[in-house]
């Protein structure tokens, strides 16, 4: 999100799965650090430290499961891992005045269409400045998965500092130099995605395996998020091959089901490197020899017959 007027002295962030980034921030004597949806509970080590240090004001919004939330006088944190919101809603509730576009974008990106629609409801937009937003923002997220930077159009550093220069979304995302770009590869990914059949399926639940590709390691987790959103009562796992051998994992959870269902960060926690939340979890690096007993529990949880 875009915050007029503000302009940190120092940025650190990472593709969408490299969330350990606290210990990335250089030795400083003061200073005031926010902190945006990464999870506290993987960055806990080094925010202890940072905590240990008086001259330090850490504020935190995150959606993901946190863990416990340590007590300390110079930590404030905006934590709310429930279905339907995600970090940009909570940085603009807390922000008077803010443009809801920005949030909206990032709402659309998260597969969070619903939140992102009743943001823009009261503004009377067009819907072709709907399509935009939403777009931007399935887009924007898009171009966060890879393995490395490598396998993405434009690296986290500079979306951040492009996005940063801009006060309204329309002219970003039209002038920005960014979306085109990113259109054009996408429709390349999608039309090599065509034909994917399911790796295993059951009622209510389906695995998808891409290739070792990195237009599958960029692709992988928007085909999670629009097939949860054209079979909204399936569960649907998607196995992202990794260069050694094991998976990245996209688990998305029915988003509507007569009965409760488990969250699909309660799965994902069961194996290391794995988080999120309610809807939307994954397992940053699944070895080869656990795949069979994480799709095992897969199914378990979400298969209906």
Sequence with gaps: MAISGIVPDLRVTGLKRQIVLLEHIPPLETASIHVFDISLDANREALSKLLDNPRFRISWFDHHEAG???TYPN????????????????VHASLPGSDPRWAA????????PEAAEALLKPLNISDSEIAELREA??????NAYGETEADVLFPPLEIAQRLSS????????????????LRAQFQEDEARAKGLAPFEQRVGAVVYRL?????????GATLANRLSLQNPECAVTVLHPLNDGAYQVSIRAPRQRNQEIPP??????EFPTGGGRVLAAGINHLPEARLSEFISKFFERYASA
């Design 68 to 70: 416990q939330i340590p």
């Design 75 to 90: 930590l404030k944190t905006t934590i709310v891992n429930a279905k339907g919101t995600c970090t940009a809603l909570l």
């Design 105 to 112: 974008i990032a709402a659309f990106g998260d597969n969070v």
């Design 137 to 142: 923002g399935e887009l924007l997220n898009y």
């Design 166 to 181: 801009f006060r309204d979304p329309i002219e970003f995302i039209r002038n920005g130099g960014i979306i085109p770009e």
């Design 211 to 219: 290739p070792r590709k990195p237009w599958a390691r960029r692709l």
């Design 264 to 269: 699909a960060s309660g799965l994902a926690l």
